[in-house]
């Protein structure tokens, strides 16, 4: 069975830094692009930030852009987040779609396998 489990979430103050892991089980993720997005309360789920199967290619929502940053390391994915703004508290989920080598996604639809979400809370 493929599973996403997420982790690291918490409650932080404005400024200060997390790091979100995602671990990936049940099957080889090497080809696979890997996703955060993430919910607030009352709003869609948004994306974050996407890397391709070997890292080289990467995007950012502009949110996000500069303060957070995706890595991954064989079936793990992290997104350390820094510079932490009120704005940022929501659930976190991370996401995983077999795109081939040279792609990623930033639509949610596109990606089939899904974590059950970790919070992050963000206090001003």
């Known amino acids: 069975q493929v599973q996403l489990v997420e982790s690291g979430g918490g409650l932080v103050q404005g400024g200060d830094s997390l790091r979100l892991s995602c671990a990936a089980s049940?099957?080889?993720?090497?080809?696979?692009?890997m996703a955060w997005f993430r919910q607030a309360p009352g709003k869609e789920r948004e994306f974050v930030a996407a890397?391709?199967?070997?890292?080289?290619i990467t995007q950012y929502a502009d949110s996000v852009k500069g303060r957070f940053t995706i890595s991954r390391d064989k079936n793990t994915v992290y997104l350390q987040m820094n510079s932490l703004k009120p704005e940022d508290t929501a659930v976190y989920y991370c996401?995983?779609?077999?795109?081939?080598?040279?792609?990623?996604?930033?639509?949610?639809?596109?990606?089939?396998?899904w974590g059950q979400g970790t919070q992050v809370t963000v206090s001003s």
């Open positions: 049940g099957r080889t993720f090497s080809t696979y692009a």
């Open positions: 996401a995983a779609a077999n795109l081939g080598s040279a792609t990623i996604a930033t639509t949610a639809r596109i990606y089939d396998i």
């Open positions: 890397a391709n199967w070997n890292n080289m």
